[in-house]
């Protein structure tokens, strides 16, 4: 999802401190930007609210 590391890029963050802003480890963070997962609906949410997006983005 090259969308999610332009944004975060974008924030300021690592994906180590998106990561840990959230709760969740760097390599589940790293596999969302790579495709190979997709967050949960709580996890979605908390990005979503960290990158100022509508967490549906997350399920399209």
Do not use: C, H, N
């Amino acid at each position: 999802m090259d969308w999610l590391k332009k944004i975060r890029k974008e924030k300021g963050y690592t994906q180590e401190s998106l990561a840990k802003a959230i709760g969740i480890a760097k390599t589940t963070y790293s596999s969302y930007e790579q495709g190979y997962r997709r967050p949960s609906v709580k996890t979605a949410k908390a990005l979503a609210e960290k990158l100022d997006i509508k967490w549906t983005i997350f399920f399209k």
